[in-house]
């Protein structure tokens, strides 16, 4: 990483590293999509991007023009499932097992014709779910999942246009109503 970043990391003195060498009690893990990923610091890449990872690395969702998976209401957002499990059990290798937490796990669709029939989203959660808990079998120490969202909401990087939730959010009268993935969820739960 101080190769990459350099001086954009902090440094810490030897007495801020005692103070937070075991003070994590979990990892948040959000998941939305998976992509492919090409090393820059080693291999030729495009220049450009607004991230500060390009230069270092290059992100796709295409290999051979073929995508990833399904798409979604998001151009550099696929429905990759078995990403759920991959990183679930990358973090539990990495760090120990430490205990997790999926915090943010979620997709907008494609269409918007009938928002309330969103039956691709019951199938992005049913499928994600059945990643993490094949991720749980596996031994990872997950101990909550929290969908995004429960209600639409603003997103940073699309304002209102791209919808989230699990109850759609009329923005004139700000009447909520549930989606049909509110009630798949309600089900799922009980």
Not at 58 to 87: Q, S
Not at 148 to 177: A, C, I, P, Q
Request: charged share 25%; hydrophobic share 35%; glycine share 8%.
């Amino acid at each position: 990483m101080r190769h990459c970043h350099g001086l954009e990391l902090p440094r810490f003195s030897a007495k801020e590293k005692q103070l937070l060498r075991g003070s994590i009690d979990f990892i948040g893990v959000n998941h939305y999509s998976t992509l492919y990923v090409k090393d820059c610091i080693h291999s030729p890449c495009p220049s450009g991007g607004d991230r500060p990872i390009m230069g270092f690395l290059n992100t796709t969702g295409y290999r051979d023009g073929v995508p990833i998976g399904e798409p979604t209401g998001l151009a550099d957002f696929f429905v990759v499932p078995r990403g759920m499990e991959k990183i679930i059990d990358y973090v539990k290798q990495r760090y120990n097992n430490m205990p997790m937490f999926v915090t943010e796990n979620g997709c907008t669709l494609q269409t918007q014709e009938n928002e309330l029939e969103d039956r691709d989203r019951i199938n992005f959660h049913r499928s994600y779910l059945a990643s993490l808990a094949r991720a749980i079998r596996s031994g990872a120490d997950v101990r909550g999942y929290f969908v995004w969202s429960l209600m639409d909401n603003f997103e940073w990087l699309n304002g209102y246009t791209k919808r989230f939730g699990l109850y759609y959010v009329d923005r004139e009268t700000l009447e909520r109503t549930p989606k049909l993935s509110a009630g798949w969820f309600a089900s799922f739960l009980s």
